[in-house]
């Protein structure tokens, strides 16, 4: 299993970024996504996860923000990101829940930052 997110980098405040995970070694439309987020000195938080049904979660922090997306013809996972703040400054994570396992990806820094 392999995860491999792309699309992180430096935005200023207010703006946009989208990221990618593509996913191989896995049946996506058989899993549930997240990404996943660390900031320096803290703990990896949810932000957000799509089932295989399609069925969404937010961390509260990012509701009316965020919103997270699945191509499972593609085996893609997309996050895209609207008015960035400093706070959402991290590395984000892929992650797949697939049969009994958990699977991450090596992350993207974003860095919200004027």
């Known amino acids: 299993v392999e995860l491999v997110e792309s699309g992180g980098g430096l935005v200023q405040p207010g703006g946009s970024l989208r990221l990618s995970c593509a996913a191989s070694?896995?049946?996506?439309?058989?899993?549930?996504m997240g990404w996943y987020r660390q900031a320096p000195g803290k703990q990896r938080e949810l932000v957000a996860t799509i089932t295989s049904g399609g069925s969404t979660n937010y961390a509260d922090s990012v509701k009316g923000r965020f919103t997270i997306s699945r191509d499972d013809a593609k085996k893609m996972v997309y996050l895209q990101m609207n008015s960035l703040k400093p706070e959402d400054t991290a590395v984000y994570h892929c992650?797949?829940?697939?049969?009994?396992?958990?699977?991450w990806g090596q992350g993207t820094q974003v860095t919200v930052s004027s």
């Open positions: 992650n797949a829940a697939y049969g009994l396992g958990a699977y």
């Open positions: 070694g896995i049946i996506l439309s058989a899993s549930t």
